[in-house]
Each structure stands twice: as structure tokens, then as C-alpha cells.
């Protein structure tokens, strides 16, 4: 039976790059699928890696139909025997909702990859229907270390090195693009830390200003 796999982490968790392994296992077995994305940080139509590994994809945009371009595609005699769907938190419910139909009604296997909440701590619209919908949702293994050595729970976003908590919801960036100890903060970046630093506020870059002040003189 075809299952709606949901597959979750924080960003740097790896979940681009086990979506690329998972494309490549099936098709290494013989079977025939399709690729999408969204907002890919290498841009549209690609899916990108951390590690380097990308690939061609589909984009999805806010007025894709999943269940109409499955259905055009085999009506027109193509074979597809599953979906690779990164950036999955980016789709709307109503697209969630052509994936759980394209798996019950088409027998065909979905696979979606994406995080659950967005740098405000609240769920994606798209991950919260997975969540509803999926028949298996997977927390990925290999954990991602907020830069106090704990297991990083949250997404952080900066702007000009400030940590923010209100704003538009998708704006892309990057962890890789936050500011080294030599170079300027990014203009926008993302940072993954333990929940309790991300209720401070309190980033890689602003742990290391802190530890480098200097002690307060014992008298005022």
C-alpha cells in the first residue's frame, strides 16, 4: 500500500539530503518518480544539499495543483511510482491535501521533507497538515547542535546579525550565510538553537560578544 511519509527536523538536520538518497534508492530499484521543491536556496527548480549533492526538481508555486499534474502525466502515459517532496513546510494545506489524495486514491508513494515551525516557534501551515495527514511521520536522526552543544530544537532567523522574532514568514537565507567571527552578519540568516537560547534570544554571535565583554568595574 502507498503511504504519505512525512520526514521532519530543524534546519542542517539533513532532510534535502536524505530527500536526494531516497530518490536515488527507488530509482536505483527500477522505480519511476518525480522531484519537487520550493524556495530551495540554490533557487527554483533545485533541490540543494548542504553537502553539495543537487538535482533538478519541479517548483512548486503557491497555485500548483499536485493532484492535476499527476493525473495529466499518467493520462498522457507516463509511469510514476512515487513523490520526492523537499521544502514540503512551504506548500499550502489545500496541496498537503492533492498529496494524501494522489497516495489513497492513485497508489502512489509520497515522501515529504520539511521543518515544523518557522523562526516564530510556530508550525508551517503545510507541516501542521502533514502532521494531521501523513500515515508515518519521522523525526530525522541525526541532530542538528544548537552552538552550546545541545540538541538545536528551533530555527532562528537574524537580520544584520539581530536575532528576530516577528516578520514575513518565508524570507530565504541560509545557516551557512551567518557571520563568521572575521566577516559582517549576512543581511538575513538562520541560525538552529536549543529552546532555551532561542527564548534569550541568545545566538552564537551574541554569546561570543558577551563573553568577550569586560567585567564591570566593582564600583559605580
Known amino acids: 500500500m502507498a503511504e504519505l511519509t512525512f520526514w521532519t527536523g530543524t534546519m542542517d538536520a539533513g532532510k534535502s539530503t536524505l530527500a536526494l538518497q531516497t530518490n536515488h534508492n527507488h530509482a536505483a530499484r527500477g522505480r519511476l518518480g518525480r522531484i519537487f521543491t520550493s524556495q530551495d536556496r540554490a533557487g ?52 498537503i491535501d492533492a498529496l494524501a489524495k494522489i497516495v489513497d486514491e492513485l497508489q502512489i508513494d509520497v515522501f515529504c521533507f520539511g521543518i515544523l515551525t518557522d523562526f516564530r516557534t510556530r508550525l508551517f501551515p503545510g507541516a501542521a ?26 530555527n532562528a532567523r537574524t537580520e544584520d546579525g539581530v536575532m528576530v522574532t516577528e516578520g514575513e514568514v518565508v524570507v530565504v537565507g541560509d545557516v551557512e550565510d551567518q557571520a563568521s567571527p572575521q566577516g559582517p552578519p549576512a543581511e538575513v540568516a538562520y541560525e538552529v538553537l536549543c529552546r532555551q537560547h532561542h527564548r534569550r534570544t541568545l545566538t552564537a554571535a551574541r554569546a561570543r560578544a558577551v563573553s568577550m565583554a569586560a567585567d564591570p568595574l566593582p564600583f559605580g
Open 44 to 95: 527554483a527548480a533545485r533541490i540543494s544539499s548542504r553537502l553539495g549533492l543537487t538535482h533538478d526538481a519541479l517548483e512548486v508555486s503557491p497555485d500548483f495543483d499536485f493532484w492535476r499534474y499527476v493525473v495529466d502525466a499518467l493520462t498522457r502515459g507516463a509511469r510514476i511510482d512515487y513523490l520526492v517532496c523537499d521544502e514540503a513546510q512551504f506548500y499550502s494545506p489545500a496541496q
Open 129 to 154: 497538515r502533514l502532521v494531521e495527514l501523513a500515515d508515518r511521520t519521522e523525526v530525522l536522526q541525526v541532530e542538528a547542535l544548537c552552538w552550546c552543544g545541545k540538541r538545536a530544537t528551533h
